[in-house]
């Protein structure tokens, strides 16, 4: 089955750029969604389709898709972007079609 | 307002089944999928279920194959789930998907807490 893999922890200073890797087999040919959970709470969609942004979301957010690697990059930290960030995408190539999580970064600021 | 609400969790016995509910309001339910997703305590996402937008299709994680079943009416999806195990202990969310992989999962519930215990 389809694996992807996120590194446990990011941390960054407020105003500091913030990047989260993404890493899976040929993950840019697929289309990659990102998550924020803070604790407690539902994830919330930050990105879709590699780099789009659902309403509501900052400009701050923005991801990119290429190779092996899919990464969302969080511009001019703040506080409250504290969270776990999970990426995911839709695989088919095993047969059994299938969401697939990362397994999360937790960002500190 | 957009909403998903999910109810029917709580304690059980392992070897038990449970019947998770979820309530769609404020957005046309019929023009989405549904997913239901998992998160054990401490945990990072897991998602164990999908039903198409008609509900002709549908896709279970392999991990849960044979014991839980997806269903979806005029405005509620479910999740039957059987011979539950202390492992499904979690926290369970649905969420609605635009149709296609392109789109993501745009709106959660607040989620359900399943106990199972030996």
């Given at each position: 089955s389809y694996v992807l893999s996120q590194p446990p922890s990011v941390?960054?200073?407020p105003g500091e750029t913030a990047k989260f890797t993404c890493g899976g087999n040929n993950i840019g040919t697929k289309s990659v969604h990102w998550y924020q959970q803070k604790p407690g709470r539902a994830p919330v969609l930050v990105n879709y389709y590699n780099?789009?942004?659902?309403?509501g979301i900052p400009e701050r957010f923005s991801g990119s898709n290429s190779?092996?690697?899919a990464t969302l990059t969080i511009s001019r930290v703040e506080a409250g972007d504290e969270a776990d960030?999970?990426?995911q995408v839709w695989d088919r190539s095993s047969g059994h079609p299938?969401?697939?999580?990362?397994?999360?970064t937790k960002l500190t600021v | 307002e957009v909403q998903l609400v999910e109810s029917g969790g709580g304690w059980v016995q392992s070897g038990g089944s449970l019947r998770l509910s979820c309530t769609a309001s404020g957005f046309p339910f019929s023009g989405f999928s549904m997913n239901w997703v998992r998160q054990a305590p401490g945990k990072g996402l897991e998602w164990i279920s999908y039903i198409s937008s008609s509900g002709s299709s549908m896709y279970n994680a392999k991990s849960l194959m044979g014991r839980i079943i997806i269903s979806r009416?005029?405005?509620n999806v479910y999740l039957q789930m059987n011979s539950l195990r202390v492992d499904d202990t979690?926290?369970?969310y649905c969420a609605r998907q635009r149709i296609g992989e392109y789109?993501?999962?745009d709106v959660w519930g607040q989620g359900t807490t399943v106990i199972v215990s030996s």
């Open positions: 941390s960054v200073a780099s789009e942004r659902p309403a190779g092996s690697t960030y999970y990426c299938s969401w697939v999580f990362g397994g999360g | 009416d005029n405005a979690a926290v369970y789109y993501g999962m």
